[in-house]
């Protein structure tokens, strides 16, 4: 692995802890949240919704920027608005200023899935991009579990909104690896090509002929779906453990690590068969585990068994997420790449969102089985899609086009 790689994975992964570590930040402090302000499940669901109508505002941005002025320098500026608004999380104290500061991490963080896959698809080989997506979202898990422990101490201690200023510390170390980074010489060609034949950097180009318009809306299907498990999932999870298991914010903490293991393993997995045999087979098997494994927390009444079924849920729902930039990578020209992959996972976070607010109103007005079966439903529309788009049966180890396709 050369040094620009090494950096390039580095970047990413550190990328993707930041949002992590952000998701979880919510996801702990959502209870608190809902008990020092007096609100509705539905309202505090609204919470993780509005960040991700950021991210689609902010992907959007920063897909095209990512495209036009380079990925390097794209990443600069995601970061910091990222920082501020989670460090002013400290200062918020009513649901307006919360709604407004999630808005605005959104936005930050919008930027970065995009980028980053773009940046792994240009500096390796098409038969390892499966595997280095993976690796740069285990990277980003660091970041979950920073999260996951921080929250044990802070929030009995200190409240929650003091859990946020913590966002501001990593954010320096980030901004530390990303001046290495230098743009890739497959982006600074298809640029120049670009500039040359006078080809635009926009959304229309993503739906240039009925079948990248197919290809596109599927995606954008699948990502939804993908959106809607983990962050209904995970901004939900601890609350449902803590209600289930009467377990407190710290044991929950430590419920949830385990939880993120199973993730990271099943990130491993998924890049290896996707790398090995085929992004169709890959998804198909975690797309069909995903929707049978959201069951077994019915069935979990001890530690030992919620432990085990946080594993599970973590390994297929969400084992499959840096497949998706991988994907969209391989199917989409590099002049186009950020834009594709931005606009694609953050119109997937932007409605997926909603399932957080979905999840609150199905909690507080049904139980956790009808919860289960219609995150389950979701992810079986997924597979359907999925075997609908042609792109899915080309995809085995070819490098991307250099044009759309017909």
């Known amino acids: 692995m050369t040094r620009n790689q090494k950096w390039t994975i580095a970047s990413t992964a550190a990328g ?42 902010g992907g959007a941005i920063f897909g095209l920027l990512g495209d036009k002025i380079g990925r390097i320098k794209t990443f600069s500026y995601t970061i910091f608005i990222f920082a501020f608004a989670t460090g002013a999380m400290f200062f918020a104290h009513s649901l ?20 980053g896959m773009a940046l792994i698809a240009e500096n390796f080989e098409t038969k390892q991009v499966g595997r280095m997506t993976s690796v740069a979202a285990i990277g980003g898990q660091v970041g979950a579990i920073f999260a996951a422990l921080a929250a044990s101490f802070i929030i009995p201690h200190f409240g929650w909104n003091a859990l946020f200023l913590l966002g501001i510390i990593p954010v320096t170390l980030t901004y530390f690896v990303r001046r290495h980074l230098t743009e890739s010489q497959e982006f600074l060609t298809a640029k120049e090509d670009a500039q040359k034949k006078h080809r635009k950097i926009s959304f229309t180009r993503l739906f240039a002929t009925p079948r990248l318009t197919f290809q596109t809306l599927g995606l954008m299907v699948m990502t939804i779906v993908q959106i809607a498990g983990y962050f209904g999932l995970m901004n939900w999870l601890p609350s449902i453990v803590q209600k289930q298991q009467g377990l407190s914010v710290s044991k929950s903490s430590i419920w949830m690590i385990a939880t993120i293991i199973g993730m990271s393993l099943g990130m491993v997995v998924f890049g290896y068969i996707m790398d090995k045999f085929s992004a169709k087979a890959a998804f198909s098997i975690f797309l069909i585990g995903s929707a049978c494994v959201l069951f077994i927390i019915l069935a979990a009444h001890t530690a030992l068994t919620m432990i085990l079924a946080g594993m599970l849920i973590g390994f297929f729902s969400n084992g499959m997420f840096g497949g998706y930039g991988a994907v969209i990578s391989r199917l989409y020209p590099t002049e186009i790449r950020s834009t594709a992959n931005n606009l694609i996972m953050n119109v997937g976070r932007a409605i997926g969102g909603f399932s957080s607010f979905i999840i609150g109103l199905l909690m507080q007005y049904f139980n956790l089985k009808v919860t289960m079966m219609f995150l389950s439903g979701l992810y079986l529309i997924s597979f359907i899609v999925m075997q609908l788009l042609p792109g899915f049966r080309q995809l085995k180890n070819v490098p991307a086009p250099n044009v759309e396709p017909e």
């Open 16 to 57: 993707f802890s930041l949002e992590n570590m952000d998701i979880m930040f919510l996801s702990f402090a959502l209870t608190p949240i809902i008990a020092s302000l007096h609100i509705s499940q539905g309202a505090a669901g609204l919470i993780g919704t509005m960040t991700n109508l950021g991210m689609l505002f």
């Open 96 to 115: 307006p200023v919360i709604y407004v500061l999630r808005f605005l991490a959104g936005i930050g963080a919008g930027g970065e899935y995009g980028v």
